[in-house]
């Protein structure tokens, strides 16, 4: 229930009348001895001096206070309906009323000022996400065109390479050519992914077999050098709902980073396991490894301490596994090595809707 709702006259007031009423009260109580015709007189004018207190008690507050308070409501409601140009007429006034007017005042001038600021800073940013669009276009257009004269190339390489005699010291050359075509290809895979992401494809699968498929891969681009890549396999681990193309990607992206780390021999060791809901793997490796402040980067687009790395390896490896409903970390000691570990729910789908 509302409470009764009073005007503040009243209220002002109430206390005012009363005060006069028992001063009345006790006038009327010390004339008694008085003679009635000079008593009524008294009375009376007493009675007058009371109205008359009241009267002028309540011009002063109109005054005072009720038109300021209607200036405030009708100037509260302006800003209500966005116009800002507002200001109070009673910050000129030299008492309490007059501080609430002039703090009124700062706050809608201040609220101009911020609102400019907005405006500002949405247009630039649109005007910026304008150009980044135009650019994602420019590149995945790029990328498409490069895509397909490269998958000639690649046919051209392998016929050449499957005719030279074996003792044909070409055939190495051959072979990095083919290591390049595959690099340049997965940029432009990730680059297309990234600016054209497409949902994954949930199928109920073996992980193992996915995560061998880019050990494999990857062991083809460590040939030449002196990296050991060790797979350790979990045979009993149930089915992992995931798209096996997007996680072989991500697998494929932490094991280059993870050979690109090393200078001379190293190890990179991949181990298959679950936790909890999740299957895991992790892909740690005796390279470089990462000072901690450079930590909470690494997973930026862009962001690359590689002369030739576009730095979109990790932010998509990130995204594709959040959209699996999994998570990815990082650990790494400078000069020791890295470890990334990736949890995959068994069931993305439960996963998901226990997140939602
Ligand atoms: N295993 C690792 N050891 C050391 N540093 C790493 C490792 N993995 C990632 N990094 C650091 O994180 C950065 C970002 O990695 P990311 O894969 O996103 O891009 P990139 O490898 O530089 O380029 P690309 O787009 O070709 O993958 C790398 O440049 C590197 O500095
Ligand atoms: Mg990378």
Not at 79 to 87: C, K, R, S, W
Not at 109 to 133: D, G, P
Not at 184 to 213: C, F, G, K, Q, Y
Not at 265 to 280: K, P
């Amino acid at each position: 229930m509302d409470p009764v709702r009073v005007n503040w006259q009243i209220k002002a007031l109430l206390p005012v009348v009363l005060v006069l009423l028992a001063g009345l009260l006790l006038f009327t109580v010390a004339t008694v001895s008085f003679r009635d015709p000079e008593r009524h007189v008294i009375l009376m004018v007493a009675g007058a001096g009371a109205v008359v207190i009241c009267g002028v008690s309540i011009v002063a507050l109109a005054y005072l206070f009720q038109r300021p308070m209607l200036e405030l409501q009708e100037k509260v409601a302006r800003i209500g309906e966005g116009n800002l140009d507002v200001a109070v007429s009673f910050s000129r006034r030299n008492d309490e009323i007059g501080d609430l007017g002039r703090n009124f005042n700062r706050m809608t001038q201040q609220l101009r000022e911020s609102r400019k600021e907005i405006e500002t800073m949405h247009r630039t940013q649109m005007s910026r996400a304008e150009h980044l669009a135009t650019l994602g276009e420019l590149a995945t257009g790029l990328a498409h065109e490069i895509r397909n004269p490269l998958a000639g190339i690649a046919g051209v390489v392998e016929i050449i390479g499957r005719d030279l005699p074996a003792t044909s010291p070409a055939r190495d050359m051959v072979k990095d050519v083919r290591m390049e075509i595959n690099q340049i290809n997965r940029i432009l895979t990730d680059l297309l992914e990234t600016a054209r992401p497409h949902p994954p494809l949930m199928m109920r699968s073996n992980l193992n077999t996915t995560v061998e498929h880019g050990v494999m891969l990857a062991r083809q681009q460590v040939l030449s050098k002196p990296i050991k890549i060790e797979l350790k396999k979990a045979p009993d681990l149930a089915e992992v709902e995931h798209d096996s193309d997007q996680i072989h990607q991500v697998l494929l992206n932490l094991l280059l980073n993870a050979v690109q780390a090393i200078d001379g021999a190293g190890t990179v060791r991949v181990e298959i396991g679950s936790r909890d809901d999740f299957a895991s793997v992790t892909v740690s490796d005796t390279g470089r490894g990462i000072p901690e402040h450079l930590l909470p980067h690494i997973f930026r687009p862009f962001y690359t301490t590689r002369g030739n790395g576009t730095g979109l390896g990790l932010s998509l490896a990130r995204r594709i596994v959040e959209e699996h409903h999994g998570l990815i970390g990082v650990t790494s000691q400078v000069g020791k090595g890295t470890a990334f570990e990736v949890l995959l729910p068994f069931n993305a789908s439960v996963a998901q809707t226990e997140a939602s």
